[in-house]
């Protein structure tokens, strides 16, 4: 039968369904849809202060760093203008001047870290936003629990066993203090197992001109290598940062 226009109408074809319906339809697109709704909902001052968030030392700043272990002590400058095999320099070992033995087996052991610090057990990018949980908050600060990513706890094995717990001052909005625990005892690799690990990181606020910088850290270690326990404290200070030039 002809149209009242008088043409007929062209076959029926139907209507495709477009690909990012099928991807959700399909569960591939619900994830990431999840983390990023959930990650939208969260206060202002949480979101500001994970965009700013960096486990590790600021580029571009020099500082000094007093390390004290099992009754030993350190103290160094690390300055990133300077040559990469001498921005590490040994100010006092042991509560005095380093004499010139101490100074050349520190030049050795120091000059190929090239890096500004320890590497951070996690880095940012390794953060799930979708997995955190608001543990308790008043009007100054928030705790959070937070997990990491599935592809970083994959490439990572040590990450899938640790809880990471956040503590969020609101003004200024920064990560003021992290806290990595591992969560059960565990054998990273064969011979050495892992009874207790804690690491804790506070952090000073930032303020004009300057971004949130580490002030104190500190870290446990209980476990055993073969057959012999091995335990060690660890207390990190850092003072004096400056921009470098």
Known sequence: MASS?????GPYRPRREPSASRWLRRGLL???LVAATAFAERPAYLKEALAKFSPETPHGWAYTLRTESDGRETVERFDPARPPDTRWTLLRANGHAPTPDELDKYIKF???QTTSATQATFRKEDLD???LTLISEDAQRADYRCGFREQSANSDKMLAHLVLRLRICKQPAHVEKYTLELREPYSPVLG???HELAV???YWPPTDGRPSLPWRGTSHFRGRMFIVPVE???RLTYSDFAPSP
């Open 5 to 9: 226009s008088g043409s007929s109408p």
């Open 30 to 32: 619900w994830p990431l």
């Open 110 to 112: 120091k000059g190929g």
């Open 129 to 131: 936003p979708g997995a």
């Open 192 to 194: 050495v197992k892992m």
């Open 200 to 202: 804790d990181q506070i």
């Open 232 to 234: 060690e404290n660890l």
